[in-house]
């Protein structure tokens, strides 16, 4: 085969390019005398008009009519740690889908092993989508606090059924609490219709914005304690034992904003707010022709993950070869084909157990909305040669 320049198929680890909008806005950013909340002087009003901006557009882009619920963070799996742990009190009670990403599963291990949080884990269908009948199950045979579910795999592709979640969790007195992650960006989504209580998401990913930056939704009235605290927040208080009590976003936004960050999100959610239709259905596009691709590869060792229908899942698959290690496959992927992959369990392990998959994990193939059918034929070529 030709040599190729970079063919980049790790979508879902992290975006590359980011958006062409990512850099103006840092440097604007960047080009202030102060930081947002930190004085009355022109450049630290600036710096809190940006931040503004920043808040509202992504408020805007998720669908939501007033935006202090939707809080900054530095990345989903600090979001998610902060709201499970800010939700969950000694003894509770939490059902968890098995097919969660180590963001979820190790802050409630940890606060299942510290202040004896209790878990139940909810199975997973062949596909890789969360059994309903278990979910109701799990939610009704015991006292339980939360729900917690992603809204799509980062390992199966699947996207969830977060609104029939939503119905069997507050059927039972129980809160939502959904790892977006993975669906940011590739779908539409309307945070007041979801039907979630807490919602997380990176900014990495398909927002298609620098790391460093993600949110984390809150629904009215929701209690939840900070995970940090420090500088911002209302008046001058010691410390207020009543999370009711907390102001949005200023309590949980501790300590001078990551202002660069989170304003380049926000240019990276505008050009997404311009072109997503455009966006979307080149990466249905895309996805269905990577998985057509595979299958006609016809090889009788190799097995795809998850879903075949595009439409039900986001823009990644995953496979493996029972005669070859991932981690081989994609070494060779990049060092004789220049295409750059992940191979592994992708910090989904106990979803890789529940599927009875190999320990060595799988390879995954992520599309983005400028890879083209060029590039998706030349990455199945690449496949094909190394599994001869």
């Known amino acids: 085969m030709t040599p190729h320049k970079l063919v980049y198929l790790d979508h879902p680890s992290t975006s590359w390019p980011k958006s062409a909008q990512v850099l103006p806005a840092m440097s604007r950013a960047l080009a202030c005398a102060g930081s947002p909340s930190r004085a009355a002087h022109h450049g630290a009003l600036e710096a809190d008009r940006l931040l503004r901006f920043a808040r509202r557009t992504a408020a805007q882009f998720f669908g939501l009519r007033e935006s202090p619920g939707l809080i900054f963070v530095p990345g989903a799996t600090f979001g998610l740690n902060f709201v499970l742990q800010g939700l969950l009190e000694p003894g509770e009670r939490a059902a968890v889908f098995c097919g969660e990403h180590n963001a979820v599963t190790r802050p409630l291990g940890e606060l299942a092993r510290g202040t004896g949080v209790r878990l139940r884990w909810i199975a997973t269908d062949p596909e890789g989508f969360i059994d309903l009948a278990d979910a109701q199950r799990a939610v ?69 914005g620098p790391a460093g930056s993600g949110l984390a939704w809150l629904a009215p009235e929701l209690p939840v304690r900070p995970l940090v605290v420090g500088g911002t927040g209302a008046g001058e208080r010691f410390c207020d034992p009543d999370p009711r009590h907390r102001e949005r976003p200023g309590d949980y936004e501790a300590g001078t904003t990551a202002l660069p960050a989170f304003c380049g999100l926000a240019g990276a959610i505008e050009e997404l707010r311009e072109r997503q239709s455009a966006f979307h259905a080149t990466e249905h596009q895309r996805i269905a022709r990577l998985i057509d691709g595979l299958e006609a590869l016809e090889v009788p060792t190799l097995h795809l993950i998850g879903p075949r229908d595009s439409a039900r899942r986001v823009p990644l698959i995953s496979c493996y070869d029972e005669r070859y290690d991932s981690d081989r496959l994609a070494f060779d992927l990049d060092s004789k084909f220049n295409i750059a992959v992940r191979a592994g369990r ?13 320990p060595s994990g799988a390879l995954r193939f992520g599309v983005g909305p400028q890879t083209t059918e060029e590039e998706i034929d030349y990455a199945v070529e690449a496949l094909g040669l190394l599994l001869q």
């Open 140 to 208: 009704s045979e015991a006292r339980t606090k939360a729900l917690v579910c992603q809204q799509a795999s980062n390992v199966t592709g699947a996207l969830q059924p977060i609104s029939a979640l939503a119905e069997i969790a507050h059927a039972q007195g129980a809160l939502l609490i959904v790892d977006a992650a993975q669906a940011a960006g590739h779908l539409p989504i309307a945070l007041e219709e979801l039907g979630a209580d807490a919602w997380v998401c990176s900014g990495h990913k398909a927002l298609r």
């Open 346 to 358: 992708h910090c989904a392990p106990s979803l890789y157990d529940a599927l009875g998959l190999a």
